[in-house]
């Protein structure tokens, strides 16, 4: 039988955690309940998935989401033309070439023929079917809408790609230009500085160095004689970010630190409420309760600022408070997010309202993205020029003495 392991949450609001054993994640989950338990994510510890053309594939292996969006999208189609579920997953298996996506599409394909439930299939790939995922399908089985949700989560996959990749873009220009920089320094200081630091040595005869090119030429010295200790460092340096990143204080000091950075804080801020409001408006319109929607949403928010504030209004909602007022309490969401949940409260639309805030905030991020792009351009291109310049300034400053005492002798 297979074991699970599962976080859960007592009455004393503590975490605990275990493994039970059960048929499918559905008994899991009522085991655990049965303990006086709040199960908030269950693992199947089984690692091996069904064998695809003599390939073993590991259940925890994962897929790129391109690659699910479209597997999302083709299943939803297959579906509303009126082919059952098992023939759907089938007929998409055989066409399917990537051989993780195949083979879990056939771990599916024998689960529900074995009697099983989609949903419940699903989550035993929990590297690839996340809880959004899961829930928002069993939410459509249990509603006779399966076509709908998986149309609304392809779309909300495909329209969550398309916005992390125009962020990735806008990061991707000051990052190609800072390593290039570093790359130009690191050469000049290596290989070009030392050549003019023997020219100086016998042409200058033992005379001081103006301040700058002194510097130059000691930074050349301590790279070229002490390379172990600066990438010693380096790798020092990373490793206690990644250590200090890991830590959940960590965590909030940097997620805190995005939001309120110069020229990208706006950025992370307008994704982030994107993707909060997208993720809970798609779930909560596919019939997943507001609670467990909430509780989802917070384990995706990617944002530890975020995710505490979702936390703050799932305690609201569970005691039969508004969304509203814990919202608004966090500071990190603007008047006009507030106004427009507020309505969408008090009309009952809450998820068309939130999936309008997000269609909102993905344009603001698109905009800010072509903005930062113009802004970004000048200012990468004079902190290279500057970079350069120093070194180039350093090195010619003795070059005018040396010319000077030339023209003197003749």
Same mark, same amino acid.
């Given at each position: 039988?297979?074991? !699970? ?7 004393? +609001? ?19 309940? =049965?303990?006086?338990? $709040? ?13 695809? /053309? ?21 299943? =939803? ?42 949903? /419940? ?7 690839? $079917?996340?809880? @959004? ?5 069993? =939410? ?8 709908? *949700?998986?149309?609304?989560?392809? /779309? ?13 873009? =806008?990061? #991707? ?5 800072? #390593? ?15 050549? $003019? ?14 301040? @700058? ?6 930074? %050349?010295? !301590? ?15 990373? #490793? ?15 997620? +805190? ?18 993707? $909060?409001? +997208? ?33 703050? *209004? ?18 990190? #969401? ?15 639309? @809450? ?22 792009? %113009? ?16 070194? *180039? ?18």
């Amino acid at each position: 039988m297979p074991t !699970f392991q599962y976080t859960a949450v007592n009455a004393q +609001r503590q975490n605990k955690t275990g493994t039970v054993e059960a048929a499918n994640a559905t008994e899991a989950s009522t085991q655990i309940k =049965a303990m006086g338990l $709040f199960p908030t994510k269950i693992n199947e510890l089984m690692t091996d998935a069904p064998a695809v /053309e003599g390939k073993k594939i590991k259940k925890g292996a994962k897929i790129k989401s391109k690659n699910l969006s479209v597997f999302t999208r083709q299943l =939803a189609t297959l579906i509303g033309a009126g082919l059952p579920l098992l023939r759907s997953l089938t007929t998409l298996q055989k066409q399917e070439r990537n051989p993780v996506l195949k083979s879990t599409m056939a771990g599916l394909a024998s689960a529900v023929e074995g009697g099983g439930t989609f949903s /419940e299939a699903l989550t035993q790939y929990p590297g690839i $079917f996340n809880k @959004l995922f899961v829930n928002m399908v069993k =939410a459509g089985e249990l509603g006779g809408v399966l076509e709908i *949700v998986l149309t609304r989560l392809a /779309e909300f996959q495909e329209k969550s790609e398309k916005i992390k990749g125009k962020v990735v873009s =806008a990061m #991707f220009y000051p990052v190609v230009v800072l #390593f290039i920089a570093i790359s130009i320094l690191t050469f000049l200081l290596v290989f070009i500085v030392p050549k $003019f630091q023997q020219i100086f040595t016998e042409m200058l005869g033992g005379k001081p160095l103006p301040a @700058l090119t002194q510097f130059v030429i000691s930074a %050349s010295d !301590f790279l070229k004689n002490h390379y172990l200790i600066v990438l010693g460092v380096i790798g020092a340096l990373v #490793f206690a970010f990644n250590l200090f990143k890991s830590s959940k204080g960590g965590q909030i000091v940097i997620d +805190r630190f995005k939001f309120n950075a110069p020229v990208f804080g706006s950025l992370i801020q307008k994704t982030s409420i994107a993707r $909060f409001t +997208r993720t809970l408006g798609t779930l909560v319109s596919s019939g997943v309760p507001i609670l467990q929607a909430l509780q989802i949403t917070k384990e995706t928010s990617g944002n530890a600022i975020v995710a505490a504030a979702i936390e703050k *209004v799932h305690d609201a909602v569970r005691e039969g408070e508004n969304v509203v007022t814990p919202l608004e309490a966090s500071g990190i #969401f603007p008047p006009m997010v507030i106004s427009m949940v507020q309505v969408g409260e008090e009309t009952g639309k @809450l998820p068309d309202m939130l999936i309008k805030v997000a269609d909102v905030y993905e344009e603001e991020v698109d905009n800010s993205v072509a903005g930062l792009t %113009s802004l970004l351009e000048p200012i990468m291109i004079v902190f290279l020029a500057v970079i350069v310049g120093v070194i *180039v300034i350093a090195l010619f400053l003795p070059l005018v003495s040396i010319i000077q005492g030339l023209s003197s002798q003749s």
